[in-house]
């Protein structure tokens, strides 16, 4: 991140994320804190390590949330991109991770949404996930309104819990995504009040879902074989990987994501195909 784009980003007249002001996450909330007092130093540097919560205001709670995007290099403004939903907790350096993220699956082919949830929360019941359903919905809206995105290539993703709330999220309301990417995803059984895990079996036939295990995590290889399988069998494709230490996400995981989705995109194939890897 330059001074030149922590400058910019905190002198925007108006509250709007373009290209133009950003290549990547730009807080909603890009109006600089109210008063004469100029930032500290201390306050500087957070925002450069990927800390915006001490340089921008927080949003009106009755107003609409703005969202956080992600723009590609080179962005063009008429071309329909493939839009990448990134799930994660809030908190210290979601700003930093989120184009991070992005940056590493592919710096031009993708726009990016970050939906910041309180991840355990999110793993409760089903209204828990349908109220954030709804404000995805809302998100995205917005941004559709203002920006070309290809209605039937959006991606929901999400690494680890992030990765299941992803997953929770797509077989709820697998009309609105194209596939789901939860490395490190896990579903150990019923959450309590939940409807049957794919009581939409007729949108999701076909629905493609990459899955992951990390090596250094004991068991999640087979729970995440199991889940491949249950899903397979409900119609989905299913991709399913492996990888070292979760707690450091290796390059290839990213590469991986962005091979995955061009293969959608690319390359027709069957409505039911098994793509688990032996």
Not at 66 to 88: C, G, K, N, S
Not at 108 to 134: F, K, S, W
Not at 192 to 197: E, F, M, R
Request: proline share 8%.
């Amino acid at each position: 991140m330059t001074v030149r784009y922590v400058l910019d980003a905190a002198h925007l007249p108006s509250p709007a994320v373009t290209p133009a002001t950003a290549q990547a996450a730009v807080p909603a909330e890009s109006a600089p804190v109210s008063g004469s007092a100029a930032p500290s130093l201390d306050t500087w540097l957070e925002f450069v390590r990927g800390d915006s919560s001490a340089i921008f205001s927080a949003p009106p709670s009755t107003g609409p949330e703005t969202p956080v995007l992600y723009f590609p290099e080179h962005y063009e403004a008429r071309y329909a991109y493939p839009l990448i939903i990134w799930i994660q907790a809030p908190g210290r350096g979601a700003d930093a991770e989120f184009r991070q993220a992005m940056e590493s699956i592919s710096d031009r082919n993708y726009m990016g949404l970050a939906l910041r949830a309180p991840l355990e929360t999110a793993l409760g019941d089903a209204a828990t996930i349908n109220q954030l359903a709804e404000r995805l919905r809302a998100l995205v809206g917005l941004v559709r309104r203002k920006h070309a995105i290809h209605g039937e290539r959006i991606f929901v993703a999400g690494v680890g819990r992030a990765g299941t709330v992803a997953l929770r999220l797509a077989l709820a309301q697998p009309q609105w995504f194209a596939g789901a990417i939860a490395p490190g995803a896990e579903l150990a059984g019923p959450v309590p009040g939940d409807p049957p895990l794919l009581r939409n079996y007729r949108q999701l036939l076909g629905k493609r879902v990459m899955l992951a295990a990390f090596a250094n995590l004991s068991g999640q290889k087979q729970r995440t074989r199991t889940l491949g399988r249950l899903l397979h069998l409900g119609g989905l494709r299913v991709c399913e990987r492996g990888y070292g230490d979760s707690s450091r996400l290796p390059r290839s995981l990213y590469s991986d994501i962005d091979r995955w989705i061009m293969r959608e995109i690319y390359q027709h194939q069957a409505v039911v195909e098994d793509d688990v890897d032996e």
